[in-house]
């Protein structure tokens, strides 16, 4: 069966740090994978999407990256941590044409301070 | 574009009361709709889904259609319970850019239930 790990859960980082965050896959191959963030009291936003290997798409420009080294692993970085990069980071994947939506990680909660 | 507006909450039922949480959407074709659940300290878990019209997705005494006329997909459950306590996000999928297709959230409700 398909599974996604998503560590860590979570993490406090004074402003200017670097960050990681990784996302793995197990069960599937060539899924798309997602970063969602999700700031306090509010929905979910989009930050990038990877349809393969190397192929990231931004949502919105700011302060983080992704990279998608291998086909089942996706990582958000950032240089320099900013205090409204805090939120809960959730990653996601899904297979294209499948209609099933996708499945999510249980979640990063990052706080930065 | 594509999105979704949902019912704002916070909504705060007593046990056994009748839930409905409206969403509406606008999308360009036929999209994909979900209803998405968020648990206290969670990640979404997928509560049910529509994939086209007329179509009712149920899961765990959720209710929810697929109004194509109407461009809705209201949730709904008869009798809620303490354990339903949570975030419900109401979501669409439809092809993007890229070949990647992407879910559009609403901006989620706050559902408490109280004993």
């Known amino acids: 069966s398909q599974t996604i790990h998503q560590w860590p859960a979570t993490l406090v980082q004074p402003v200017g740090s670097p960050l990681s965050l990784e996302c793995t896959v197990e069960?599937?191959?060539?899924?798309?994978l997602y970063w969602y963030r999700q700031a306090a009291g509010r929905g979910l936003q989009l930050l990038f999407y990877?349809?393969?290997?190397?192929?990231i798409s931004s949502e919105v420009p700011q302060n983080l990256s992704a990279s998608r080294p291998q086909d089942r692993q996706f990582i958000l970085s950032s240089k320099k941590l900013l205090l409204s990069d805090s939120g809960f980071y959730l990653c996601?994947?899904?297979?294209?044409?499948?209609?099933?939506?996708?499945?999510f990680g249980s979640g990063t909660r990052l706080t930065v301070v | 574009g594509n999105s979704v507006t949902q019912m704002e909450g916070p909504v705060t039922l007593s046990e056994e009361a009748f839930l409905t949480i409206n969403c509406t959407y606008t999308?360009?074709?036929?999209?994909?709709l979900f209803w998405y659940v968020q648990y206290p300290g969670e990640g979404l878990q997928l509560l049910l889904k529509?994939?086209?019209?007329?179509d009712k997705g149920s899961n765990k005494g959720f209710e929810a259609t697929y109004r194509k006329e109407t461009t809705s997909f209201h949730l709904e459950k008869g009798s809620v319970q303490v354990s339903d306590s949570a975030v419900y996000f109401c979501?669409?999928?439809?092809?993007?850019?890229?070949?990647?297709?992407?879910?559009?959230f609403g901006s989620g409700t706050q559902l408490t239930v109280l004993p």
């Open positions: 069960g599937t191959s060539n899924p798309n």
């Open positions: 979501a669409l999928s439809a092809i993007s850019s890229g070949s990647a297709r992407q879910l559009t």
């Open positions: 990877s349809v393969g290997i190397g192929q």
């Open positions: 996601a994947w899904s297979v294209l044409g499948t209609g099933v939506g996708y499945t």
């Open positions: 999308a360009t074709g036929y999209p994909s």
């Open positions: 529509a994939t086209k019209a007329d």
